[in-house]
């Protein structure tokens, strides 16, 4: 009896089991319950973020005036804690304006203050709240450029300066010691051609641990029309080197202020050996050049022969200068072969008033060269000493050579 009894509250329960599965699964296989698949639909909805239209200024204090220019009415000045509201207007044209030392080629954005006021900031000047933009302070005494270091001179004994002349170029040298170190502050000023700035780090015996070239060109690009700026930064520690550069269409004495970084993408390559670059003979015969067109001629016009000093590179380079630009070419003899380049200037240079300043280039390679006139500018044949830079379009060959060698016609 107690088993029957047993028997049957075991059935009940199985039987309520039954029904309650049953039931579960009616529900999960009627089409009618939509709602657990809405909310899935509306959780994985993606909403159009709005834009972020609040700009501060990353410089310290910036002006907000009542026309897009610098000749605009200032109408306030606020400081970078200051949210600027965007208004969704830009003006129709860019400025160049170098802050801190960097050119920045932007629009005007119109823009409400916190006290309600309307007007126009220096898209250049300013960001987002997160954005990574802009730069300390650079002056004579204080700057921290990438991938070099920061440095305060307030702190570096002060081992003096040189200055030298030669034709429009005028070049000042600084050197300053602290903790073993030596560094030495290279800035040459050619005139309305451009300016070069180079930083080395050396120990105490002059080795160098990290150098950093800056320089700013006029009348490049095919038309001669661009200004080309130009950053490398070279570490002999970790055996890397960093390059940006900037093309403007303002000359810097049109600038406000000079810049003194490019405003550019960093591209990292590893440092090449300069050494393993192997070059011609010094003074190899001029004939050699087998290989230059035929419509270049060697006896007409005028032509410069360079050979590079002997504790660098053994090489000689010819350049034709034959009337204008696109007809002058320059040979130069890397691995063997015979490379042969087209100048990039509209006008070549006038030997006469003791400067070479010109660039050559093909599709791998891309030949600088400053040279100056070395004695009396009256004779017959002169001789040049200077710089060139060689570098390929790869970015694995970057080299400064330092040359001299004779001009005539």
């Known amino acids: 009896m107690k088993i029957n009894s047993l028997t049957s509250k075991f059935s009940m329960f199985f039987a309520v089991i039954f029904l309650i599965s049953c039931g579960d699964k009616t529900k999960q296989e009627n089409p009618e319950t939509t709602t657990e698949t809405t909310s899935e639909a509306s959780d994985t909805t993606a909403e159009t973020p709005k834009e972020d239209t609040t700009y501060y200024s990353w410089v310290d204090n910036i002006n907000v005036r009542d026309a897009s220019n610098t000749k605009g009415k200032v109408v306030g000045t606020y400081s970078a804690e200051d949210a600027l509201e965007f208004t969704g207007v830009k003006s129709d044209h860019k400025d160049i304006i170098t802050l801190r030392g960097v050119a920045y080629n932007d629009n005007w954005l119109k823009i409400t203050t916190k006290d309600n006021k309307e007007g126009w900031v220096f898209g250049g000047a300013v960001k987002h709240e997160d954005e990574i933009k802009g730069n300390g302070i650079i002056t004579n005494e204080k ?126 390559t590893a440092l090449i050996d300069e050494s393993k670059i192997a070059f011609a003979k010094p003074l190899q015969i001029i004939s050699d050049f087998v290989s230059l067109p035929k419509e270049v001629d060697i006896d007409s016009g005028c032509s410069c022969t360079f050979r590079t000093h002997p504790k660098d590179y053994e090489t000689v380079i010819f350049f034709s200068t034959i009337e204008e630009a696109p007809k002058a070419f320059a040979a130069i003899r890397i691995d063997g072969k015979n490379i042969l380049l087209k100048s990039k200037k509209v006008k070549n240079p006038d030997y006469k008033r003791g400067d070479y300043h010109a660039h050559y280039y093909n599709d791998t390679y891309d030949l600088k060269i400053i040279a100056f006139r070395n004695g009396e500018p009256e004779t017959e044949s002169q001789e040049y000493a200077g710089t060139m830079q060689l570098t390929s379009k790869d970015g694995t060959v970057h080299i400064d050579i330092n040359t001299f060698g004779v001009c005539g016609c």
């Open 143 to 268: 700057f921290d450029f990438p991938h070099f270091g920061s440095f305060d001179l307030n702190s570096w004994t002060d081992l003096g300066v040189t200055k030298t002349q030669g034709g429009d170029a005028e070049t000042s040298t600084y050197r300053y010691m602290k903790d073993n170190q030596i560094l030495e502050i290279e800035k040459t000023d050619v005139g309305e051609y451009g300016y070069y700035y180079t930083y080395r780090l050396m120990d105490a015996k002059n080795t160098l641990q990290k150098e950093r070239k800056f320089s700013f060109e006029a009348g490049m690009g095919d038309t001669g029309t661009m200004m080309e700026l130009t950053e490398v930064v070279k570490n002999f520690t970790n055996k890397k080197q960093y390059a940006r550069k900037q093309m403007l269409t303002k000359h810097f004495m049109q600038l406000n202020a000079r810049p003194e970084m490019v405003n550019g993408n960093w591209e990292e």
